[in-house]
């Protein structure tokens, strides 16, 4: 096919691709990158062809590109913003500041062609800015060739050299990387503290370095039966009679598809270990040196979880994953996370937490590709969420009535101290690293299991599983969500989003009085001290022992949800306190008790429930 032919080709069938997302089109690119790192000065040589293919109804006069390394040098605004929050990372404190000339990261752009103009460009901070010649119209690709030379930090955060733990190399948010631009324009911030966003595309990436390192990383490795003996048994599968004939030098060439981003670490300690799930392969890379044998139990433990991560929230759909021990803590990327390793010994279950964390992400920042500076509560929130039900089926066998306990204290710890910041606030922006966290991680969370009290679990569960279905590879929002929540309910739920995200309101329902409401019935005089509605599940315990399931709808869904409730009178939100009929008998009542299995983010539960003890 000419070219003309193969770009109407490829628009086609991206049209076909999203034709289920009405009206969505985002960006579509390939990488074609290949560095030369030097081990003795941690700088590399980097040139970089990309293939960008306009899929917007714009026309774009403007390139964007972040250079992340900028960002760890005296004076960044990452340094900056770092000494001025009042509770700053405490791996970054005032670290930058003092990092020397051969300590900071850097990329300096030495060619840049963009159709085979030489555009003029602009450098501010971690983002570059290219003003165009000759612009690009909708439906056209555009191909840009770049060189620079870069210098690899000394690590600080997530990226960079020699971490705490003695790893050479975590290569992560590494080379010149295209901004996104969406339906919201081109998404231009700074590397200050957090959270990604990217193109979707292809990935071919050729990494030449001193022949005693072992890299891992996203991507696929193409070439690994040409490699040292260690690689070739592990990724090619092939017995290696001796070392194969050295080379000062050995370049890797791996490829990824349809990811938002590309990292790698190296090391000339790595070790591997390989398991195998169905058709995905996955790899679990540490130093030499680091606990053998917990990291086999972890490895065991994450076949496991993507087992049940493929059964309960859908496919993993790339050939291979790795965890690999680099970076600060845990840090997801495409196809692989970067890890600090010794946890596995001295915290087993904490870190496997984070590996489960982390790998949960490829679902949820992998294949959803949220935007993470709107919506960083969905990016941690929803990894949160099935993180915490996928270590209760690992290790509890998944009989907690409510996994999402810890959630609820950060919350209302948060609450308490007055911190909390709607979830609106864009993921740099928030006054607190605290108020980032929680309400990004545990707020998030609560956003599914709040909805998860409101639709049902099974409602919920089938929801997200569509939404997966629906939208990978591509960067939904919110709405996107709901709206199949919606349909698969029946309910209307857009005011809980609205108001759990954009506000910060909290939810508080007390129990009045319970008294007798006429023959055979009782009356329940219930309150809501809170902003925040809710419908609400009661428990009425009767003196022989038995349970029963009341359930007040709020107006606000339009239908309560089904189930094996006595349903009382629709309390409209509006109203600030309401009574509740039931039919049982007030002499026969032992105990009344809203939401007793803590499923509603209530803020004060002292005011819950009641018991005939009490009244005497
Ligand atoms: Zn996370």
Same mark, same amino acid.
């Given at each position: 096919?000419n070219k003309?032919?193969?770009? =109407?080709?490829a628009?086609?069938l991206s049209?076909?691709?999203h ?5 969505y089109?985002?960006?579509y ?5 290949q ?9 590399f ?5 990309i293939?960008y293919?306009n899929?917007?109804?714009d026309?774009? #006069?403007t390139l ?8 760890f040098?005296?004076?960044s605004m990452?340094?900056e913003?770092?000494q001025?929050?009042?509770d @700053?990372?405490?791996r970054?404190?005032?670290r930058?500041s003092g990092l020397?000339?051969d300590?900071?990261g850097?990329h300096?752009?030495e060619?840049?062609?963009v ?7 602009d450098?501010q901070?971690?983002l570059?800015r290219?003003d ?6 909708p439906?056209a690709?555009a191909?840009?060739?770049m ?6 930090p000394?690590?600080?955060?997530r ?6 733990? +003695?790893?050479e190399y975590?290569m992560?948010q590494?080379?010149?990387k ?8 081109w998404h231009?911030?700074?590397?200050v ?6 193109v979707?595309g292809?990935?071919?990436v050729h990494?030449?370095?001193d022949?005693d ?5 996203t ?7 040409d490699?040292n003996?260690m690689?070739?048994e &592990?990724?090619c599968?092939?017995e290696?009679d001796?070392? @194969? ?18 990292a790698?670490?190296a ?5 591997i270990?390989h ?9 679990f ?11 086999e139990?972890m ?6 979880m993507f087992?049940l991560m #493929? ?10 994953f790795?965890?690999?021990?680099g ?5 997801e990327?495409?196809?692989?996370t970067?890890?600090?390793g010794?946890g596995?010994?001295d915290?087993?279950?904490g870190?496997m937490g ?5 790998s949960?992400h490829?679902w949820?920042?992998g294949v959803?590709g949220?935007? !993470?500076?709107?919506y ?8 949160t969420?099935?993180e915490?039900?996928m270590?209760?089926?690992?290790f509890?066998e998944?009989?907690?009535i409510?996994?999402?306990?810890s959630s609820y ?6 609450r ?8 609106? $606030?864009p =993921?740099?922006?928030?006054?607190r690293?605290?108020s ?11 956003y599914?299991?709040?909805l ?8 919920l ?7 997966y ?5 591509a960067?939904?929002?919110?709405d996107d969500?709901?709206?199949i929540i919606?349909?698969k ?10 108001l759990?995200?954009?506000?910060t ?5 007390a129990l009045d009085? &319970?008294r007798? +409401?006429g023959?055979e ?8 001290n809170?902003d925040?509605?809710m419908?609400?599940?009661?428990r009425i315990?009767?003196i ?9 709808p ?7 949800k089904?189930?094996?409730? $006595?349903?009382?009178e ?5 109203r600030?306190?309401q ?11 032992q !105990?009344?008790?809203?939401d007793p ?5 209530d803020?004060?539960?002292?005011? #819950?429930?009641?018991t005939? !003890?009490?009244e005497?």
């Amino acid at each position: 096919m000419n070219k003309k032919a193969l770009i =109407a080709a490829a628009i086609f069938l991206s049209g076909l691709l999203h034709g289920q997302r009405r009206g969505y089109w985002q960006q579509y690119i390939d990488y074609n990158i290949q560095v030369r790192l030097n081990v003795e000065d941690n700088t590399f040589s980097g040139t970089q062809s990309i293939r960008y293919q306009n899929n917007s109804p714009d026309t774009l #006069n403007t390139l964007f590109f972040h250079l992340y390394f900028n960002a760890f040098a005296p004076g960044s605004m990452m340094d900056e913003r770092s000494q001025s929050l009042p509770d @700053p990372d405490r791996r970054v404190g005032n670290r930058i500041s003092g990092l020397k000339r051969d300590e900071i990261g850097y990329h300096r752009i030495e060619k840049l062609e963009v159709n085979g103009n030489s555009p003029a460009f602009d450098i501010q901070g971690t983002l570059m800015r290219v003003d165009l010649t000759e612009p690009i119209v909708p439906g056209a690709v555009a191909e840009v060739q770049m060189s620079y030379q870069s210098q690899v930090p000394k690590q600080i955060r997530r990226s960079g050299r020699d971490n705490k733990e +003695g790893v050479e190399y975590t290569m992560t948010q590494w080379y010149p990387k295209m901004a996104e631009y969406s339906d919201r324009g081109w998404h231009t911030q700074q590397y200050v503290n957090r959270e990604f966003f990217g193109v979707y595309g292809n990935y071919d990436v050729h990494i030449t370095l001193d022949s005693d390192y072992v890299l891992a990383g996203t991507g696929v490795l193409q070439n690994a039966c040409d490699l040292n003996q260690m690689v070739a048994e &592990v990724y090619c599968r092939k017995e290696v009679d001796g070392l @194969p004939p050295t080379e000062p030098e050995q370049t890797w060439h791996f490829r990824a598809e349809r990811v938002h981003d590309f990292a790698w670490a190296a090391d000339d300690d790595f070790v591997i270990q390989h398991e195998k799930i169905d058709s995905t392969d996955l790899y679990f890379v540490r130093l030499n040196s680091t606990d053998r044998e917990s990291w086999e139990v972890m490895a065991a433990l994450t076949v496991r979880m993507f087992e049940l991560m #493929n059964k309960e929230f859908g496919r993993y759909p790339y050939p291979q994953f790795s965890v690999i021990q680099g970076g600060d803590g845990g840090m997801e990327y495409p196809m692989c996370t970067m890890v600090l390793g010794n946890g596995a010994k001295d915290n087993p279950t904490g870190f496997m937490g984070l590996v489960v964390h982390e790998s949960v992400h490829s679902w949820y920042y992998g294949v959803l590709g949220f935007d !993470e500076q709107r919506y960083p509560w969905m990016d941690e929130g929803f990894t949160t969420y099935a993180e915490d039900v996928m270590m209760d089926m690992i290790f509890n066998e998944g009989k907690k009535i409510n996994p999402h306990s810890s959630s609820y204290r950060s919350y209302n710890y948060l609450r308490s101290k007055g911190w909390q910041e709607p979830l609106t $606030t864009p =993921a740099d922006h928030f006054s607190r690293n605290r108020s980032y966290s929680v309400g990004s991680y545990s707020m998030g969370s609560l956003y599914l299991s709040q909805l998860e009290y409101i639709v049902g679990k099974e409602t919920l569960r089938a929801s997200l599983r569509a939404f997966y279905q629906k939208w990978k590879f591509a960067h939904p929002g919110p709405d996107d969500l709901l709206r199949i929540i919606e349909k698969k309910s029946g309910m209307q739920l857009h005011w809980f989003s609205d108001l759990w995200t954009g506000t910060t309101q909290g939810i508080d329902y007390a129990l009045d009085d &319970v008294r007798s +409401g006429g023959k055979e019935m009782t009356a329940l005089s219930l309150k809501r001290n809170g902003d925040f509605p809710m419908p609400l599940e009661i428990r009425i315990t009767t003196i022989h022992g038995d349970t029963r399931w009341i359930y007040v709808p709020t107006d606000l869904t339009t239908i309560p949800k089904k189930g094996n409730y $006595t349903y009382a009178e629709v309390w409209p939100w509006t109203r600030v306190s309401q009574q509740a009929l039931i039919p049982v008998p007030f002499r026969e009542i032992q !105990e009344v008790e809203i939401d007793p299995y803590g499923w509603m983010a209530d803020t004060d539960r002292s005011n #819950n429930d009641w018991t005939k !003890e009490k009244e005497k």
